[in-house]
């Protein structure tokens, strides 16, 4: 199992430029999502997906967009980059069906982007 | 603003002593509560969590204390070691979808 494998690792934008963050996963999980992190803050939900064709709002949504078209793929578009989306971006994903409880969250090894 | 938070951004601790973070949340309806830890260039790592309905678990070298009644979490680690730095962060949940995560403390374990 490779996890949850995210690429680029390194991304540098111009200010209007689009881009897709790739994030896949080998672990046939319903549940993937994903957050940004900010020096001195803790991760923030984008948008997350309970499963192929269904996707919803996290707590910082504007300015992205996902789509969830396989289970094993989450691409996250940022579909007119601004400085205010330089941040580290993390994907992660788990099981919804976990017997006992809440699984918890595999994270991939995040994409650093920087919007100038 | 956020419903978790860790009362110490960063704490030094000495190797082989014990290490004691601490975090607040003031979400009471939070019923799922996970500690990670994060290493410098690497995403968040599992490290315990705890239901509601328990007050303590504990794993390897790590035990989570949870008390509800003022809405305080803390993750404590035996006999720290160097390769404990990193940054750690509670998280909570009250549903199956949407994780809160605090800012984060940053451990240094000192030779």
């Known amino acids: 199992n490779a996890g949850v494998t995210q690429t680029p690792k390194f991304q540098v934008l111009k200010t209007g430029q689009s881009m897709t963050l790739q994030c896949a996963q080998d672990?046939?999980?319903?549940?993937m999502s994903w957050y940004r992190q900010d020096p001195g803050m803790g991760l923030r939900l984008i948008h997350y997906?309970?499963?192929?064709?269904?996707?919803d709002q996290g707590e910082v949504p504007n300015g992205y967009n996902v789509s969830r078209s396989t289970t094993e793929d989450f691409p996250l578009r940022l579909l007119s980059a601004a400085p205010s989306q330089t941040s580290v971006y993390f994907c992660?994903?788990?099981?919804?069906?976990?017997?006992?409880?809440?699984?918890?969250?595999?994270f991939g090894p995040g994409t650093r982007l920087l919007v100038l | 603003g956020e419903s978790v938070g860790l009362h110490l951004p960063t704490l030094s601790v000495q190797e082989g002593d014990n290490s004691i973070i601490n975090c607040a949340y003031s979400?009471?309806?939070?019923?799922?509560f996970i500690w990670y830890k994060q290493e410098s260039g690497k995403g968040p790592q599992f490290i315990i969590d705890?239901?509601?309905?328990?007050d303590k678990r504990q794993g390897q070298r790590v035990t989570v204390l949870l008390n509800k009644t003022v809405k305080h979490l803390s993750l404590q680690i035996a006999a720290t070691q160097p390769g404990d730095s990193a940054v750690y962060f509670c998280?909570?949940?009250?549903?199956?979808?949407?994780?809160?995560f605090g800012a984060g403390t940053t451990v240094t374990v000192r030779a």
């Open positions: 979400n009471s309806a939070s019923d799922y």
């Open positions: 672990m046939n999980h319903e549940y």
């Open positions: 998280a909570e949940s009250n549903n199956d979808y949407k994780l809160s």
């Open positions: 992660a994903s788990r099981s919804l069906y976990k017997a006992g409880g809440r699984e918890t969250q595999y």
């Open positions: 997906s309970v499963g192929a064709g269904i996707t």
């Open positions: 705890i239901r509601s309905n328990m």
